[in-house]
């Protein structure tokens, strides 16, 4: 049911603007329908940004942290960003958008930092994949090991019990 699915991601991802681990944080849909959910998102108050605002957006929402005893650098999310509306983080690329807007979606590949950096707002990559498979082994790499909360919207049993089983 991929127009419940949309509600049900959006409303997942959106809930505490995307603060809590129990919400999503990424996306992994089949190519055969990412364009019909992607459709659904967006009636459920989500806006698509194409892959060049996602890069800019991306350069505002991490920021590059050094620590000081190793001199490592990684990238972690800007405090002034975390908790904050789809609006508002839109506004920082220079997107304007209504009120109506909850959620700003983007297609990415699974590499991308929004995949593997966990964002605390209400930015949703979505990952477009082949088959089962690659979405059960995609969604185990990208969760880390962290024990979050894990979702699938699907009604194969089958596929469901395998999720389950691997993350």
């Known amino acids: ?13 959106t809930f505490d603007n995307n603060l809590p681990c ?8 089949f190519n055969n329908i990412a364009d019909e959910l992607i459709d659904a998102m967006q009636a459920n108050g989500a806006y698509l940004i194409t892959r060049e605002q996602a890069e800019k ?8 942290k050094t620590n000081p005893k190793t001199g490592i650098s990684t990238k972690t999310v800007c405090r002034d960003c975390v908790g904050r509306d789809a609006k508002v983080l839109l506004e920082k690329i220079g997107v304007y958008v209504g009120n109506d807007i909850r ?3 983007c297609e990415t590949d699974f590499d991308h930092d929004f995949v593997q950096h966990e964002l605390m707002m209400p930015i949703l990559p979505i990952v477009r994949v ?3 498979d690659e979405a059960i ?3 185990v790499k990208a969760e880390h090991g962290f ?5 699938m919207h699907s009604k194969n049993i089958d596929n469901l ?5 691997a993350v």
């Open 147 to 151: 024990r979050h909360t894990a979702h």
């Open 1 to 13: 049911d991929i127009a419940k699915a949309g509600k049900d991601i959006i409303d997942g991802c």
């Open 57 to 64: 957006l991306s350069k505002i929402v991490l920021v590059e």
């Open 22 to 29: 129990i919400a999503e944080k990424e996306v992994f849909a």
């Open 161 to 165: 019990t395998r999720f389950a089983r």
């Open 103 to 105: 959620c700003v979606i």
């Open 130 to 132: 082949k088959n089962i």
């Open 137 to 139: 082994s995609l969604a």
